[in-house]
């Protein structure tokens, strides 16, 4: 399945990683255990001003199953179980909330040579609908999804995009929020030896004639080491400074200046994760 297209939810997916991925402006820990069972374990720690949230994760997985199960600050257990290869080239995912007993739900992913087909229902007398589909080749896709609430008897999002990949760029044009805004994005890998990439995000909205772009770059200093940046037109100046001080294990440092807001001191956030 390598020249499959990518699942509509990827289209964009790359250039948006790239100027939103690993910024933290909080205090963040996590530490992440892996057995040799198959049982994984991760604690998570957030601190934001005040407020300190986290969640237990416990992942197992044993042949084509994964069961997934979290724990936040607020005793809720969220549960998902993975089938893989339920039919061929078709995946099934089960999820649920407890104490919610409304917020079951299956996903069924299905992967053809030429098409991406992911669907969702909510699994309660009034569900929520979900489809997306793209068409194509690895290289070149099209596709669209759809969302539809059974309760109101409307629908809750229609989108549609293109994507472009090459293998030193990357583009994607979408038609969101229900046909009011159109989406291009654009990313760039400059050099495979110094890892330089660059991508940007420009977003147009119909009813406003209202215009948004934001800009960023990554560059690998050596095989350890990542330094981000970001602008956009807002005002706002971000950096990311990411170093692997252990194997796989990541220390990121994140800073965001408002040019706008000159009385306001500049957002800083530290994150740190451990797989020992």
Request: net charge positive; proline share 4%.
């Amino acid at each position: 399945m390598g020249s499959s297209p990518a699942p509509f939810s990827d289209i964009g997916k790359k250039a948006k990683d790239l100027l939103t991925k690993d910024y933290n402006f909080d205090q963040k820990f996590s530490l992440s255990v892996i057995g040799s069972t198959g049982l994984g374990l991760t604690a998570t720690g957030l601190k934001r001003d005040q407020i300190f949230i986290g969640d237990i994760n416990t992942l197992y997985k044993s042949g084509n199953t994964t069961v997934d199960v979290k724990i936040d600050t607020y005793s809720n257990v969220i549960t998902k179980v993975t089938v893989s290869d339920v039919l061929p080239s078709t995946k099934a995912a089960f999820s649920f909330k407890i104490p919610d007993n409304k917020s079951g739900k299956l996903d069924v992913h299905y992967l053809h040579p030429h098409a991406a087909i992911d669907s969702s229902i909510g699994l309660n007398p009034n569900p929520l609908l979900e489809l997306s589909a793209t068409i194509g080749t690895k290289e070149l896709s099209l596709g669209g999804e759809v969302g539809f609430d059974t309760a109101s008897a409307s629908f809750t999002k229609y989108n549609a995009g293109i994507s472009l990949n090459k293998p030193d760029f990357t583009a994607a044009v979408l038609l969101t929020d229900k046909g009011q805004a159109l989406k291009a994005s654009y990313i760039h890998y400059v050099g495979s030896t110094n890892g330089t990439t660059i991508a940007a995000e420009l977003i147009h909205r119909f009813s406003s004639y209202q215009n948004n772009f934001t800009f960023g770059s990554s560059h690998a200093v050596d095989h350890l080491t990542v330094v981000k940046t970001r602008f956009s037109d807002d005002g706002k100046v971000a950096t990311l400074f990411q170093r692997e001080w252990r194997p796989k294990s990541l220390v990121t440092f994140s800073a965001e200046y408002d040019s706008k807001a000159i009385n306001t001191a500049p957002k800083l956030g530290l994150a740190l994760a451990l797989k020992p």
